[in-house]
């Protein structure tokens, strides 16, 4: 799987669009962007994913460079609920050594 | 639906004791996995099936077994606990292995502690 290097940390405004990079310049043309985010204590949770085109769910969305060398999850309108650490996963979709390669991410702390 | 059920949330255990970490899923998923998370890393994994009666090992699984006898249920035991094996313990399901695009999903973690 291709490596992802993410900021450790950021902060945004309450209210105010949340830009998250995630730097894959060594990704394959089969392996898709995968973001998750964990909230403290709890599980991590999809958010998004993507190939090549930009994608938009009710949750956020990401926007994937013609290159594919990088990308940037959006949260439009970031809450205070937003405050979690932020998973850029880059891997084949069903194959290889499985499971999910998780980093260290990005903390991004949602300012009130 | 229930989603990911963990069991125990919290456990202490002493060096060398043994116990079973219960996880079980109600969405009929083909694919579940168990990853460990360590403060201030990411989650690993640990081991992983892609269906009952299939198991197989993920990047860290000295000191743990798995077993996998129904779709629903996939316990991870702890053989002879030690302290490296403190941690966070979060089990991960999603429909299958194979196809394209599926996203996991995440029970709510076991806390461990081994004194």
């Known amino acids: 799987d291709a490596k992802t290097t993410q900021p450790p940390s950021m902060d945004c405004a309450e209210g105010r669009a949340a830009n998250l990079p995630c730097n894959h310049s060594t990704i394959s043309g089969n392996e898709y962007v995968y973001w998750y985010r964990q909230i403290h204590s709890q599980g991590p949770q999809y958010i998004i994913h993507?190939?090549?085109n930009n994608e938009t769910n009710e949750m956020a969305s990401l926007i994937i460079t013609e290159d594919r060398k990088s990308s940037t999850l959006i949260l439009p309108h970031a809450t205070l609920r937003d405050t979690a650490v932020y998973y850029c996963i880059v891997r084949v979709a069903g194959g290889g050594a499985d499971g999910l390669t998780f980093g260290k991410g990005t903390h991004l702390i949602i300012q009130p | 639906n229930a989603g990911v059920t963990q069991t125990p949330k919290f456990q202490v255990l002493k060096t060398g004791q043994s116990m079973t970490l219960q996880c079980a899923q109600d969405m009929n998923h083909e694919y579940m996995s168990w990853y460990r998370q360590d403060p201030g890393m990411g989650l690993r994994l640990i081991h992983y099936?892609?269906?009952?009666?299939?198991?197989d090992q993920g990047e860290v699984p000295n000191g743990y077994n798995v077993s996998r006898s129904t779709t629903e249920d996939f316990p991870l035991r702890l053989l002879s606990a030690a302290p490296s094996q403190t941690s966070v313990y979060f089990c991960a399901s999603k429909r299958d292995r194979g196809s394209l695009n599926t996203e996991a999903f995440f029970g709510q973690g076991t806390r461990l502690t081994v004194v």
């Open positions: 993507g190939l090549k």
């Open positions: 099936s892609v269906g009952a009666g299939i198991t």
